[in-house]
């Protein structure tokens, strides 16, 4: 009888202990995230913090500027029968001082986003230097660029923003190697498993794990993108920003930022939201296309999925694109 007693004192005790918990946590519990599963976070939308805000004093006229960018090469629809792929960007458009490349005291400034198909882009600084996209498989491709300012805001005026489709024909890539760029950027995981192979040889074992070491760096360990084709008479989302590891200011807040083309969200008079997931917690929405700062980010690995959907919530899908979802790192 007492034991009984006893065991009812510690389910009344585990039962107030469970109901004290924040229901946000309750998504966070699952196995597969048991290990990495950051604290419990309550994100809130705040203003453009401060260091942006004297960063855009600055830059005088350039955040009124509206950079056209032309995608040289590849050109749209072609079949190149290599597996390195030369990409060529022109800016041009109404620039009021934009210009890119990297100060190199404080290693930002402004620069282009580059994304293979829907993997997370690569920065491209100095488009007067080379820019190689290599190890690229055989089939289709597309690749999306846009004008971005030194904090990867991106520009959101028409030109702005180019996409080409082109299709890799006889490459010869290793499909257990990711695609890279030319300084050795990783622009996409393998397509295969990595390796475990016994018999690779010391210098690939190195590429390996350089490989590795640099998507743990840009976010970039997430399945190969499943993308498929696009259709261009249908809406177009291109997730840009968070990406990789953020930590001191750049932790909170973190800007959410992306690209649309093909459709118009509801602030903006359209019919589309964004809806935006963070670790599986309950779905927030986008209904103006502008940054979203988020404050109240917690140490750890985060999911962000950004989704297009419809008047009735459903997602627009687009070849797969119109849902993605990333890992980003904040470091304490
Ligand atoms: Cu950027």
């Given at each position: 009888m007492r034991n009984v007693f006893l065991l009812t004192i510690l389910f009344v005790m585990m039962f107030a202990v469970a109901c004290g918990?924040?229901?946000?946590n309750t998504s966070n519990t699952n196995a597969s995230n048991a290990n990495t599963a950051p604290a419990p976070m309550t994100l809130t939308e705040t203003e453009t913090p401060q260091r942006i805000r004297d960063m855009m004093a600055q830059r005088g006229e350039q955040d009124q500027a509206e950079p056209e960018l032309e995608?040289?090469?590849?050109?749209?629809g072609s079949v190149v029968e290599s597996s390195t792929v030369r990409v060529v960007l022109e800016l041009d458009g109404e620039l009021k001082g934009y210009q890119t490349g990297m100060d190199h005291n404080t290693g930002m400034g402004n620069h282009i986003h580059v994304i293979l198909d829907n993997q997370p882009y690569e920065a491209y600084y100095n488009l007067s230097r080379e820019f190689e996209l290599r190890n690229v498989q055989d089939g289709e491709h597309t690749l999306r660029v846009f004008a971005s300012r030194p904090?990867?805001?991106?520009?959101?005026?028409?030109?702005s923003f180019q996409m080409v489709r082109f299709t890799v024909k006889g490459?010869?890539?290793?499909?257990?190697q990711p695609t890279t760029t030319n300084?050795?950027?990783?622009m996409s995981t393998a397509n295969a498993a990595p390796t475990t192979n016994a018999n690779a040889s010391p210098a690939n074992a190195n590429t390996t794990a350089n490989a590795n070491a640099a998507g743990t760096a840009e976010g970039?360990?997430?399945?190969p993108s499943q993308a498929g084709t696009i259709d261009d008479k249908l809406p177009l989302l291109t997730y840009s920003r968070p990406k990789g590891e953020y930590k001191g200011d750049?932790?909170?807040p973190i800007m959410i930022d992306f690209w649309l083309i093909g459709g118009e969200l509801v602030g903006d008079g359209g019919q589309y939201r964004v809806r935006y997931t963070i670790n599986n917690d309950e779905p927030k929405f986008i209904e103006r296309w502008q940054p979203l700062w988020l404050q109240g980010w917690t140490p750890g690995k985060h999911t962000v999925r950004l989704e297009l959907v419809d008047k009735d919530g459903n997602v627009v899908d687009n070849g797969g694109y119109n849902s993605t979802t990333r890992e980003i790192t904040v470091l304490n």
């Open positions: 918990e924040p229901a946000s995608i040289v090469a590849p050109a749209e904090w990867h805001e991106s520009y959101k005026n028409e030109g490459g010869g890539a290793d499909p257990s300084s050795g950027q990783q970039k360990d997430m399945p750049e932790a909170d």
